[in-house]
């Protein structure tokens, strides 16, 4: 049997609009850019929406409807449901049709999609729990399966969802990790006891996100037929086909045009032709599935950029001082109490944000500068150091207001 | 590749120079000659170098010949316009442009005859206006092909606005009769369709390169900048003459700004030209005075000096057919923040850039350079790196193909 196992990232981070130093003390709304360019959050999930969530959505539906035995997952970042809770409802709607069949899981993650992990543990722990609580509450299910943002992953990430409940826990399958190893099997983190290991087939997945629309590709057009054929001929290699990729991979990155749609369209139709195959949600291929071997990965692997490392978001000096600087404010920032400071802090932790400042190639304009919605690199981390200049500003006059409130508890003097 | 030899029309050369024209003439050739090429550099009597990689000929040791002037009097009729005239202008060059600079470009035209009829050469390359005639005379009486090198055109020089009538004339009439022009940089090639009406297929962008070796300049004792410095200020710093295309009141006005925040930031102003006391006026009013040093011209050493002390190089140019000085204080690891009106602008990653206008933007990343330390290493780290890659020899090979192309003809 080959199950094919469908994850979709559903992502949008509230960006930083072009917050200049002059703005310090003044403004304290960070991620409200009204302009046309790519730093209007609500613009976007506007036009993301239009050209993806709705229309594949749509087609899901469609495909759950007509194949009974169709399954695939999501996992959905907290500040996205935040975004279509309040900017595009009927986008919040049809992904909870979509979880209503019963046959669409959602999965774990950090509520603000950040690095929390590599930062603080118990700031990791306090995005989950409250994604937990968010997917509780607008689908009415418990995830049961974690995944950490961009699938950054080590034994140490495996061993906290283990400690969190978590069943199973994806992640990349990255090559040299690999070596003669086939992704298309079911692992155990070296270090846990129960939690079962799934990893991305990256060659069948990127097939899909990143070359179906490419003419130069040896294998253009790409079919469902011809998709379908590959994913049988791992019967007796393989029991997992992990199918991890961006959501935004229909109708955003790969244009309607390409015909990414119909290719969807066909697909489960194609694939549960041949009698051997099947689909499973991540839930079930940990239950169905046994451990083929232990798995040791002690340098963190994520599902970026060729490295498939941290160096999209940890390869140079400002990306490394943006980082250390939002982190160090953690106690500062949590002793204010106050819940705008708070949440600001924690939506400017998002990967993206760091994402942004990576110089890798900058001078040959790659990947990394379609996504960016700044003019370079070193224009996000100026917007990002000036907003942590105003949140530090506002923790200091809250925190120096409460020394005022509570004279009695140190003996500081009053300031004001 | 051919080995070619070059019969080049300069018009000034370092240390003698007061602009990029000379310094571009000075990498290029020597690149060039390190490719293989024979450059035979002509100067106009004023100017005295002695070099080794390269003859140097003076034209002032030549006849003239007095066939240029009924020439020239026939080309400047298609282009009178109603306006008629500017007889009389400063130009931001220390000399004016009036009658005395005309007759010297014509007369240099006028030798240039006899110095072609001497020399053995392939190709005529006539660098900016003032060398134009001198090669259209060459190619006269050679037969052989024309380039000219468009350093900077009257556009740049006045905004659109009052251009100078014999020298737009003798611009386009030079670019008309070559048989390749040579452009520094997109912008400069967009500027020469646009205003002057050229072929595009005629035009090639070479952009500039810069010296590989920073370092191998001495360190000045006793540098006032560098006391500067100790006492613990900031510096940022322009460079370039003082005229209405490098703008530099644009430059004052972000000062202003960025000296409410930055207290401790001394801004220093390297240059002279015709707006010097315009521009200390407006320190004045801006009630910047005393954080703003005018330094008058710099010469060799102490321009490399000004260089690596500075924190940050600001270039607000209004117009900037390329902009050598972006890639000379990169090469010193000096952070550079470049008007995208700018050549140079586009060849570079590692270095911010903003619209000359908007002084706020300007002022925006001046402080996040000078506040941030992250920022301000790394870019310095990431230009310096950056610059290394562009050194002159990618130029001169650009140039000499060109030149094969039309000698195979």
Redesign the interface.
Known sequence: MASVCFYFQVHQPYRIKKY???NIGQDHNYFNDASDTSLNNARILDRVSIKSYLPTNAILLELLKKHPEFKLSFSLSGVFLDQIEKGFPEVLASFQRLVKTGRVEILSETYYHSLAFLYSKTEFKAQVLKHRRKVKKLFNVVPQVFRNTELIYNNDVAKMAEEMGFKGIITEGVDRILDWQSPNFLYSPQGTKKIKLLLKNYKLSDDIAFRFSEKSWSEHPLTSEKFSHWVTSHNGNGEVINLFMDYETFGEHQWEHTGIFDFLRSLPGEVLKHGQNDFVTPSEAVDRYPVRAELNIENFISWADEERDLSAWRS???Q???LNKIYSMEESVLRTKDSKIIEDWRKLQTSDHFYYMC?KW??DGDVHKYFNPY??P??A??AF??VLQDLELRVENILRGSIAVNPILNNAKQII | MKKLTVLMFGWEFPPFNSGGLGVACLGLTRAMAQEGAKVIFVLPEHVQVELDYMKVVLAKDFPVSPVKFKTIKTLLYPYVTEDGYFEKRMFERDCAYGQDLQGEVLRYAGMAKAIAEKEKFAVIHAHDWLTYLAGIEAKKSTGKPLFVHVHATEFDRTGGGNFNQFVYSIEKFGMEQADGVIAISEYTKNIIIQYYGIDPNKIRVVHNGVEQCPDCVEAIKNNPLEKIKDSGKLLVLSMGRLTLQKGVDYFLKMAKLVSKHVPNAVFIVAGSGDMERALMMQAAKLGISGKVIFTGWLQGSEIQEAYRRADLFVVPSVSEPFGLTVLESMAQGTPVIVSKQSGVSEIIAHALKVDFWDVEEMANKAIAILKYAALNKHLSEESQKEAKELGWDKAAKKCLKFFNEKVEL
């Open positions: 200049k130093f002059f140079n000096p400002i490394e001082d943006a110089i900058f001078a003019e370079s070193y224009d981390f100026i150091m000036n």
